[in-house]
């Protein structure tokens, strides 16, 4: 058994590309992450949440995931106002920034576990003041890490990425597919493609 230590429904629907069952069970692991950010520091934070709901089972292989976005060497976490969504928006205005994807793997079973992370690099648009108050108003950036959505009306604020676009979502698909495969769980038969 696979489970989801996330309640992210885009987690859960890049995962489905993968694994045809799992389960969910959300960690409520604390997410603050110390300075420097780095993606050792955020790995270990997708094992935390992976050790935390294994705990509570007597098996199976559970994936804990955190994506982080970085700009200037901070940590920009999920707004949790339509004000701090909007100063987050215009600080990464015209810039660019990293988007840290941790991944990791545990067997509840066994204890064994494997981790990655996968840094992504995303250019955001000199968008106007106008595009931030209209993408504010959708709700949308409430609940993003960096307060926006690549896959979803967030995208017409980004120029251009390089890396991976399922990491920048919230799960590297490569990386997982090859953690899961590791821990001997059935996943689709061919390594998703690499992404650009």
Do not use: C, N
């Not at 700009?71 to 990293?98: I, N, Q, V, Y």
């Not at 009306?153 to 920048?168: K, M, T």
């Amino acid at each position: 058994m696979v489970v989801l230590a996330s309640a992210s429904p885009r987690r859960r629907e890049l995962l489905a590309r993968l694994v045809a069952d799992f389960a969910v069970v959300p960690s409520g692991v604390d997410e603050r992450l110390a300075h420097p950010v780095t993606p050792a520091a955020v790995a270990a934070l997708a094992a935390r949440k992976a050790r935390a709901v294994a705990a509570r089972l007597g098996g199976g292989v559970v994936l804990g995931a955190d994506t982080v976005v970085v700009l200037d060497g901070e940590a920009l976490g999920k707004p949790a106002t339509a004000d701090e969504a909007r100063a987050m928006l215009r600080r990464l205005r015209g810039r660019a920034h990293e988007v840290i994807t941790g991944v990791a793997v545990v067997d509840a079973a066994s204890g064994r576990e494997a981790t990655d992370a996968v840094t992504s690099r995303v250019w955001m648009a000199a968008y106007p003041d106008a595009a931030i108050e209209a993408y504010v108003a959708t709700g949308e950036p409430l609940d993003k890490a960096g307060a926006y959505a690549i896959q979803g009306g967030g995208a017409a604020l980004v120029a251009r990425y390089e890396g991976s676009w399922s990491a920048i979502v919230g799960l590297p698909l490569a990386a997982t597919w090859r953690l899961l495969r590791a821990l001997g769980v059935p996943v689709t038969a061919e390594a998703p493609a690499p992404e650009a």
